[in-house]
């Protein structure tokens, strides 16, 4: 399975962003973040078929998750982005949802984000 996130960039503080991630249907999906010096942290994730989602609380309010099952893609869509929000963020796929990576089986190289104030 390959992941493939993308969107990144630098925006604004209170602008918009949306990344994106190149994945099958048959998989839940997860976004998570990891900041420079930083654990990597829970952003979103969202059943296979798209009927279920979670947003961690750090960003909920702000932030969206979705997907395209037959665009085989999945979106975390950034509004009113802080600067605590930079960030590398990365697509992981796993048989169900969870705010744990360990039970991610696949992870995209990541894409960085960065939230100019």
């Known amino acids: 399975v390959q992941l493939q996130a993308s969107g990144g960039g630098l925006v604004q503080a209170g602008g918009s962003l949306r990344l994106s991630c190149a994945a099958s249907?048959?998989?839940?999906i997860g976004w998570f973040r990891q900041a420079p010096g930083k654990e990597r942290e829970f952003v979103a994730t969202i059943s296979r078929s798209g009927g279920s989602l979670y947003v961690g609380d750090s960003v909920k309010g702000r932030f969206t998750i979705s997907r395209d099952n037959a665009k085989n893609t999945v979106y975390l869509q950034m509004s009113e982005p802080k600067s605590e929000d930079t960030a590398v963020y990365y697509c992981?796929?796993?048989?169900?949802?969870?705010?744990?990576?360990?039970?991610?089986?696949?992870w995209g190289q990541g894409t960085l984000v960065t939230v100019s104030s």
């Open positions: 992981a796929a796993g048989a169900m949802m969870s705010t744990s990576p360990d039970h991610y089986d696949y």
């Open positions: 249907g048959a998989y839940a």
